[in-house]
């Protein structure tokens, strides 16, 4: 598969993701998601995928606009229900609109885009606004607008690269996920297949990177020692 294709499959993920992680009314929006989720499926990217993204398309046929929007809100908006953090700030300091939205919006000002305030009120730090300006920095650079290209790939490294792993497990293990469940699975996949394009390596937990970080500091550098006894050996 050539360049031009792949950036076309990744536009239409990106698309999917960005449409499912925002609150939606309309069913324009729904009839849209089906036929995007029919699209895919007829191409998934492995067999774990072939089968969620099977699932997901018998549920919204099945199951229709008003329980999907229901599981959307219980995910992600209900206050009565234990819902998931859904900005790059918040799993970076615990809090909302903080250094990650001022990273976001000096992104979006050094693109030839803006965040329609009238149409989607969250903040640029909601994960649902970065996976459209993805989408939208990819559009632009199947045009040949290199800046988008360029632009796309810092807002992976620097915003989604950190989170979206947390994210996409909060999503995973919820209560009431369902076709969210599902949609965990292909977003997974996606992200490793998206990491190799990119050549962006997965980061550490914030755990592991301070026990790699201790250990480097005991971790003494190999000398030639006078063999002694074998419990004697410092390694």
Do not use: C, W
Request: aromatic share 12%; charged share 30%.
């Amino acid at each position: 598969m050539d360049k031009e294709s792949i950036n076309k499959a990744r536009a239409v993920y990106y698309g999917l993701f960005a449409s499912l992680f925002i609150f939606f009314e309309k069913e324009e929006q729904f009839q849209k998601l089906i036929k995007t989720v029919e699209v895919l499926k007829q191409n998934p990217l492995d067999e774990y995928t072939d089968v969620a993204l099977n699932n997901m398309y018998t549920m919204l046929n099945e199951r229709g606009f008003e329980v999907l929007k229901q599981e959307n809100s219980n995910l992600f908006f209900n206050p009565y229900a234990s819902f998931i953090p859904i900005t790059a700030s918040f799993y970076d300091e615990q809090r909302d609109d903080g250094k990650k939205r001022l990273e976001m919006v000096n992104y979006v000002l050094s693109s030839k885009f803006r965040r329609d305030t009238d149409t989607f009120k969250e903040l640029e730090d909601h994960v649902g606004f970065i996976l459209l300006f993805m989408q939208k920095l990819i559009v632009d650079a199947l045009q040949g607008d290199k800046n988008s290209e360029a632009l796309s790939k810092k807002v992976f490294e620097h915003i989604l690269n950190g989170f979206i792993d947390e994210f996409i497990t909060n999503v995973y293990v919820h209560n009431n996920s369902h076709f969210y469940k599902e949609l965990a699975i292909v977003f997974q996949a996606f992200l490793e297949i998206e990491r190799l394009f990119l050549g962006i390596a997965k980061p550490l937990h914030e755990e592991k990177r301070k026990i790699v970080s201790l250990e480097k500091k005991q971790k003494k550098a190999p000398q030639k020692r006078v063999t002694r006894n074998l419990d004697e050996i410092v390694l």
